[in-house]
């Protein structure tokens, strides 16, 4: 159920009974092949499952993160770290003042990891906020999938690759993930991986993209009881 399905009297009444709601953040940034808001449609995809199956109520997506490395990339649309922070700060402040209680943040960009330090600062003045962070390339139960198929998760590899993040042709086999040290700027970002994949398979069978959907939206079903 999401939130812009809703009026407000609709929310009023939600909030008599739930104090619940998941806020999906991502990217609006080059994913090789995959469409450049691949870091969006996949927490909001689990959320969406996750809300089938609890009723818990979804925000409307924050489409745009910090990813100042890919700039030289045509399409992706950066939010200078200070933003992207005062703008989920305002977000949770806003529903906190509503009633919602019990927040899960379903972060799908690895760029945003800085909203973290200011939702802990929110944390320590809202005293009734709960707060859950979740991204689920990183969970153990996705990552072991990876390995017991022999697989490696890179951006924007076979790891993003879902039926509903393709909007083109992949290429077959596998690319060698490029050698670098020190942090890259745009215009070392593009040079160094070149159509945007940083390694690895581009592509695997539905089934195994499957199981790894599936075992994220179990990971979410468990965030929610808290």
């Known amino acids: 159920m999401r ?20 806020l999906v953040l991502g ?5 090789g092949y995959l469409s450049l808001l691949t870091d ?43 933003t992207l922070m005062d703008v989920l700060e305002d977000v949770v402040t806003s529903l906190y003042g509503h009633g919602f209680r019990r927040m899960l943040v379903l972060n799908g960009h690895g760029g945003n990891a800085a909203a973290g330090a200011r ?17 689920w390339w990183h ?19 076979w790891s993003e690759n879902f039926p509903f993040t393709r909007v083109s042709e992949l290429p077959e086999g ?4 490029p050698q670098f040290k020190g942090l890259l700027n745009a215009v070392q970002t593009r040079s160094t ?17 499957q ?6 939206v179990k990971d979410v079903l468990f965030e929610l009881e808290f």
């Open 3 to 22: 939130l812009e399905e809703l009026n407000w009297m609709d929310v009023e009444a939600y909030l008599k009974g739930d104090d619940r709601i998941m």
């Open 27 to 31: 990217s609006c940034e080059q994913h």
């Open 40 to 82: 969006i449609k996949v927490p909001l995809a689990l959320a969406d499952a996750a809300s089938q199956q609890t009723g818990v109520l979804v925000a409307p997506p924050l489409n745009f993160g910090n990813s100042p490395y890919f700039l030289k990339y045509p399409g992706t649309i950066n939010l200078r770290a200070s």
């Open 119 to 135: 939702l802990r600062e929110l944390a320590n003045r809202l005293p009734e906020l709960k707060l859950a962070w979740y991204e």
């Open 139 to 157: 969970a153990t139960s996705v990552t072991e999938i990876g390995m017991r198929h022999g697989l490696r998760s890179y951006h924007a590899n």
């Open 174 to 177: 596998e690319k060698l993930a």
């Open 193 to 209: 991986y070149g159509d945007g994949v940083f390694g690895g398979a581009y592509q695997v069978d539905d089934e195994i993209m």
């Open 211 to 216: 199981e790894v959907f599936d075992a994220a």
